[in-house]
């Protein structure tokens, strides 16, 4: 079992590539791996079809991501891609606010002398409830 975070040096990268560079060479064929991905937002057009085709590709692969919201999730293509990845067998959530609370006390870097606790932000059960019907209305 591994637990930890990846962190993209380069802002203009999607976070999904750290995931490509990272993670995937170093997982073996014939071993099963059982990946959960927290991640602020859904993947974009071109992540979701390259994730798509990873998982299609490594059966021993199962992957979970929560999201904290969802990408231009109005745009027709976005809403495909998404039925794609869940086709595939990529296991879709949106990010409840005790994921959010368990995100920031397992893997939110802390600023020395910065140990607060997470502070969710006014609407964030409203937020969830918001992306989590969407989703489900995507997905159907």
């Known amino acids: 079992t591994f637990t930890g975070y990846l962190e993209d040096e380069h802002i203009s990268a999607h976070a999904e590539e750290a995931f ?12 099963k791996y059982q990946v959960t991905w ?3 937002s859904s993947p974009c057009v ?6 798509s085709g990873v998982l299609k590709k490594n ?7 929560l999201v904290g919201r969802l990408f231009m999730c ?11 990845l869940r086709a ?17 006390k397992n893997f939110v870097e802390q600023e020395e002398g910065q140990n607060g606790p ?3 932000w006014e609407d964030i059960q409203e937020n969830f409830l918001y992306y989590e019907e969407k989703l489900a209305e995507i997905l159907q």
Do not use: H
């Not at 490509?20 to 071993?31: I, N």
């Not at 071109?46 to 994730?51: G, T």
């Open 88 to 104: 595939a067998g990529c296991k879709l959530r949106i990010m409840a606010p005790q994921d959010f609370d368990y995100v920031w």
């Open 118 to 120: 997470f502070e969710p």
């Open 20 to 31: 490509f560079d990272t993670v995937l060479p170093e997982c073996k064929p014939g071993v």
């Open 46 to 51: 071109a992540c979701a079809e390259r994730i």
């Open 74 to 84: 109005d745009e027709p293509e976005i809403q495909d891609a998404l039925r794609k």
């Open 59 to 65: 059966k021993n692969l199962r992957l979970t991501v």
């Open 38 to 40: 927290y991640v602020s």
